[in-house]
């Protein structure tokens, strides 16, 4: 079976569609889920608990609800421009001066804006590659509120409309065949011999294992309960001993 590959993406997307100045808003938007926070997070070993953690969310963050992972955030923010900005890429070139504005929770809605900062198809930009340009962008992501959530520049080579694969074919490297002489050896099987009754009636005999007794041991839990049972009465201690005021 065979397909046009460039009936697959958009025709006005290429290098020479894009000027310095403009803006665009990305047709999707997308809900934050739990699932995306919270397996992202915990899938690059992220360790700060107010991605994860509920209860340290609202007792030390002040947060009605977890805070989502900012790598999680700029992910969906670019995803979502990506059918408009990156159908033609040829090079992710780089990522810079990322900002997270706002925190971002379950259940937030992200939508993408996109302006054009910059165009240059100079050949020490190009990386080798012909026909393509490369092309500075700015992503913001904002959230049902109208706040911005995310602020982002990219770089990355977009394909000119005259960017052809011609010459870039793979071929299949041309069969050789070989006679590959085999080298017989002689392989000496090791059959141990069983000993005989006298011998066997020498062995020493399985030994049965002794029983030993064992002192029942306390769960760790029990035992980090009363340690800090006793650090939590040494801090009112010392607490009592700030607040008593001193007899004249």
Do not use: W
């Not at 990506?82 to 890429?89: C, F, I, L, P, R």
């Not at 029990?222 to 005021?245: E, G, T």
Request: hydrophobic share 40%; aromatic share 6%; glycine share 8%.
């Amino acid at each position: 079976m065979s397909y046009d590959v460039a009936g697959l993406t958009r025709k006005d997307n290429f290098y020479e569609d894009f000027n310095v100045g403009d803006v665009f808003e990305h047709v999707r938007g997308k809900t934050m889920e739990p699932l995306e926070n919270v397996l992202i997070t915990n899938l690059v070993l992220n360790t700060a608990q107010l991605h994860f953690n509920e209860d340290a969310a609202e007792r030390l963050g002040g947060q009605p609800h977890r805070v989502v992972f900012g790598g999680v955030t700029a992910s969906l923010v670019i995803g979502l421009a990506m059918q408009d900005t990156g159908e033609q890429a040829v090079e992710e070139v780089g990522l810079d001066k990322v900002r997270f504005r706002v925190p971002v929770m379950h259940g937030d809605t992200l939508y993408a804006f996109t302006e054009v900062l910059g165009k240059n198809d100079s050949e020490e930009l190009c990386r080798g590659h012909r026909e393509v340009g490369e092309i500075h962008f700015k992503h913001y992501g904002a959230n049902q509120r109208g706040e911005t959530v995310f602020e982002g520049e990219r770089k990355v080579l977009v394909k000119k409309r005259a960017f052809s694969t011609f010459g870039l074919e793979y071929e299949e490297p041309a069969t050789v065949s070989a006679v590959v002489v085999a080298e017989e050896r002689i392989v000496e099987t090791f059959v141990p011999a069983k000993p005989s009754k006298e011998k066997r009636a020498a062995l020493p005999k399985k030994i049965a294992p002794k029983t030993v007794k064992t002192k029942p041991v306390k769960p760790a839990a029990a035992k980090s309960k009363k340690i800090k049972a006793k650090v939590v009465k040494k801090i009112a201690k010392l607490a009592r001993k700030a607040v008593r005021p001193k007899k004249r």
